[in-house]
């Protein structure tokens, strides 16, 4: 499968790119490759041109993963308007993967091989397997009620554990996350923008335009990504995550709008995350390991750092929430090799803080691309169709 060649260079433009020697279209023309912005030393700011003449500041806030900030990228009333369209599409409660569908099992986390469950490998578990975030109190509640620990001693053998069945779990935890739902890792409210669904939006539109020119990528590939808006009461936190997925040759990337896929893993180079109002209290995003000399993701999956719902203060970085500013990092490398999206950078591990007073609502833009920038260019080119139509 290639471009249709019937098309001009015009009809190609959506992936123009300037050049010394002006601007040059199409897959054909010009190696299209994706590309990063460059930050400073932190703390340190840059000015910045976009929206015809209008000055951003880029503040790098981090270097290893690189993260910026640009105070005021979107206006209050663009802001408004973003939570309205959002409001307008319906508010529906954030889930994660774990906590979809039915569970038949879950897997022992039996770190030390000792053949019995210590308190802090059963909190493990159970972050692992459903998404939730016990405390010991909880742990210790739980073996009472679901009488796992018979002799009281804190382990839970692998006979005890052999008395309670997956679904026995499974519905004792749910009822506890329903009339708690800060343990679980998610606690938010939802709606997605689809962008052929707001292709009228002039102010939809202006914000995607502005996004483009901030990160330097294609328009058409801003078009291809939707945007998710999240609204956080008091309470309402997103523990530590990676917001991609690394290259697994056997699950594809979702795609946005292709129906019937399957399982799909999302795919995104880049995080372009908007605040959309002051936050009273709380409601930072928080970056555990962002500078961090090293990184051990067994480490990051065994303690607690990330369980931000409790341990935000202990983060490395945390950006305050505030309306109308724009933070953004890159959630994988460039591939030298094909110039497209590469390996995943680990250290973009985040989440949000817990909201203490007020709420808090944001816009996820992400830039969703796979691994296959041949499929990419197509899946530009037919988007480019449909926005210039
Ligand atoms: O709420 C935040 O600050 C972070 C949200 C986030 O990481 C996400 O929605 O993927
Ligand atoms: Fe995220």
Redesign the pocket.
């Known amino acids: 499968d290639s471009l249709p060649d019937t098309k001009t260079d015009e009809e190609l433009n959506g992936f123009c790119q300037k050049t010394d020697e002006g601007e040059s279209c199409g897959s054909n023309q010009v190696e299209i490759n994706l590309t990063r912005l460059e930050g400073g030393e932190i703390g340190s700011t840059q000015i910045i041109k976009l929206n015809g003449d209008v000055e951003f500041q880029l503040k790098t806030v981090s270097k290893k993963p690189l993260i910026l900030e640009v105070p005021n990228f979107l206006s209050s009333a663009e802001c408004q308007h973003l939570i309205e369209l959002a409001k307008i599409v319906g508010m529906k409660k954030s889930i994660t993967e774990r906590t979809q569908g039915p569970r038949q099992a879950f897997q022992l986390m039996d770190r030390d091989l000792d053949n019995q469950i210590n308190l802090s490998e059963m909190f493990e578990t159970i972050q692992n397997g459903f998404d939730i975030y016990l405390e010991e109190e909880d742990l210790k509640e739980m073996y009472k009620e679901l009488n796992m620990d018979p002799n009281g001693d804190n382990f839970v053998s692998k006979e005890e554990i052999q008395s309670v069945s997956p679904a026995q779990l499974q519905q004792y935890l749910y009822k506890l996350v329903s009339q708690h739902p800060e343990k679980h890792s ?1 606690y ?1 409210h939802q709606a997605w923008l689809y962008p052929n669904k707001h292709i009228n939006d002039n102010i939809y539109r202006q914000v995607q335009a502005r996004v483009s020119e901030l990160a330097g990528l294609p328009l058409d590939l801003v078009h291809l990504s939707d945007v ?1 808006v ?1 609204n ?1 009461g008091v309470k309402g ?2 523990n530590a ?1 990676w ?1 991609s997925s690394d290259r697994d040759h056997d699950i594809p990337c979702c795609e946005t709008g292709k129906p019937n896929q399957g399982r799909c893993e999302s795919c995104r180079y880049m ?1 372009i ?1 908007f ?1 959309l109002n002051d936050v009273e209290e709380g ?4 970056f555990p390991v962002a500078d961090n000399e090293t990184l051990n993701i067994q480490d990051i999956l065994t303690s607690r750092i990330g369980h931000l719902y409790k341990t935000c203060k202990d983060a490395n970085l945390r ?1 305050t ?1 505030e309306k109308g500013k724009a933070v953004l990092w890159y959630n994988h490398f460039v591939d030298p090799g094909t110039g497209w999206m590469g390996d995943m950078d680990m250290y973009t591990l ?4 817990p909201v203490f007073k007020g709420e ?1 609502w ?1 816009a ?1 833009f992400w830039i969703k691309t796979t691994f296959n920038r041949e499929h990419d260019l197509q899946r530009m080119a037919r988007i480019h169709d449909i926005f210039n139509d």
């Not at 409601?283 to 928080?286: L, S, V």
């Open positions: 998610r938010s998710q999240v956080y936190h997103y995550h917001d995080t995350l605040y409601g930072e995003t928080a950006v929430a985040h989440g949000g803080c808090k944001i996820n």
